[in-house]
C-alpha cells in the first residue's frame, strides 16, 4: 500500500525560503510518476511541479525558475525546494503519487507566505 506524508510547512516571510518533503512507502520510484499540487481558499487544486519515473523534470510557469522538486531514491523521500517565496504561493501543498493503477495523495501541508 502507497502512504504519502508530507512536512516542512510553515509560516515564512515574502522573499524566504522553505522545503517540502514527502515521505513515501510503497512508492517504486522507477514506475511512479510524483507531484506537488497546491490548493489555495477558495481555489482549485492547481499543479506545481512533476519528477517523472525516468528522473525528468517540470513545474508550472507560475513557480518555474524559484521551485524546483527533487527525489531520493534510497531515502523513499521527494522534496520540492521553494525560493523566493510570494504570497500568491500561500495554499496547502499535497503530495501525489501516479501509479500503474491508480492515484495517491497526500494529506497536505501548510505553507504561508505572509509578513
Known amino acids: 500500500q502507497v502512504q504519502l506524508v508530507e512536512s516542512g510547512g510553515g509560516l515564512v516571510q515574502p522573499g524566504g525560503s522553505l522545503r517540502l518533503s514527502c515521505a513515501t512507502s510503497?512508492?517504486?520510484?522507477?514506475?511512479?510518476?510524483m507531484s506537488w499540487y497546491r490548493q489555495a481558499p477558495g481555489k482549485q487544486r492547481e499543479w506545481v511541479a512533476t519528477?517523472?519515473?525516468?528522473?525528468?523534470?517540470n513545474a508550472a510557469d507560475s513557480v518555474k525558475g524559484r521551485f524546483t522538486i527533487s527525489r531520493d531514491i534510497p531515502k523513499n523521500m521527494v522534496y520540492l525546494q521553494m525560493n523566493s517565496l510570494k504570497p500568491e504561493d500561500t495554499a496547502v501543498y499535497y503530495c501525489?503519487?501516479?501509479?500503474?493503477?491508480?492515484?495517491?495523495w497526500g494529506q497536505g501541508t501548510q505553507v504561508t507566505v505572509s509578513s
Open positions: 501525489w503519487a501516479r501509479g500503474p493503477a491508480r492515484d495517491y
Open positions: 510503497g512508492v517504486i520510484f522507477n514506475i511512479y510518476h
Open positions: 519528477i517523472a519515473s525516468g528522473g525528468s523534470t
